[in-house]
């Protein structure tokens, strides 16, 4: 069985301030890694996923994961937020022979002016 | 391409009601999910197709039918709501497994009171 963690419930930043939001995994077999991003009233988008090769994935609007193994995590990054990040994100794995995603239960990420 | 498109957007019904929510793909996609979404609990699989004619239920299936006739379209239905069943409904599509991304639709949201 899989399942996925998300560490905070909500995250509030100051614009042009770093942040991480924070994802453990456990899961039997090999797994497939995901962030999505979901803006208030829409559905989920990706940002970013890992598959295989580097460790170190880059997606769209400058966010980064780093897929560790050894800690079963994969946490995400932004050296510098703006307003327009304020939305939900939800870490996801997959590993399943029919493409399921377990989702974590999502991060608020607030971020202020 | 229109992508993941989902029928109606809002929904109020009573409890004991019935309703049918529609997802279409044009994007020639094999596999095709169903998802809820509540507050703190992420998105949980309901039931998933793996082709056209197929269907197999996911994590929460009591309560909802599914049937996908055509390959572009999966249906989810409720036969008797109940005001558990208040949730976001999320349809998803991925062409294949080695792909493993999922395209979501825009969500249905629905209240039974």
């Known amino acids: 069985a899989q399942s996925v963690t998300q560490l905070d419930s909500q995250v509030p930043v100051f614009e042009e301030a770093p942040v991480e939001l924070r994802c453990n995994y456990s899961s039997s077999v090999s797994v497939y890694l995901f962030w999505y991003v979901q803006y208030p009233n829409q559905g989920l988008q990706l940002l970013l996923k890992?598959?295989?090769?580097?460790?170190l994935v880059k997606g769209i609007n400058g966010f980064e994961a780093e897929f560790n193994k050894s800690q079963t995590s994969f946490h995400l990054r932004k050296p510098s937020v703006h307003i327009s990040d304020t939305a939900e994100y939800f870490c996801a794995v997959s590993g399943t022979s029919y493409g399921k995603l377990t989702f974590g239960q999502g991060t608020i990420l607030t971020v202020h002016p | 391409n229109a992508g993941v498109t989902q029928t109606p957007k809002f929904r109020v019904l009573k409890t004991g009601q019935s309703m049918t929510l529609l997802c279409a793909q044009d994007?020639?996609?094999?596999?095709m999910y169903w998802y809820r979404q509540d507050p703190g609990m992420g998105l949980r699989l309901i039931h998933y197709?793996?082709?056209?004619?197929?269907?197999a239920k996911g994590e929460v299936p009591d309560g909802y039918n599914v049937s996908r006739l055509k390959k572009q379209n999966f249906l989810l239905g409720l036969e008797s709501a109940a005001p558990s069943q208040t949730s976001v409904y999320f349809c998803?599509?991925?062409?294949?497994?080695?792909?493993?991304?999922?395209?979501f639709g825009p969500g249905t949201r629905l209240t039974v009171t």
């Open positions: 890992y598959l295989s090769g580097s460790t």
């Open positions: 197709s793996v082709g056209e004619g197929t269907t």
């Open positions: 994007m020639n996609h094999e596999y």
């Open positions: 998803a599509s991925t062409p294949d497994l080695g792909f493993y991304e999922q395209y």
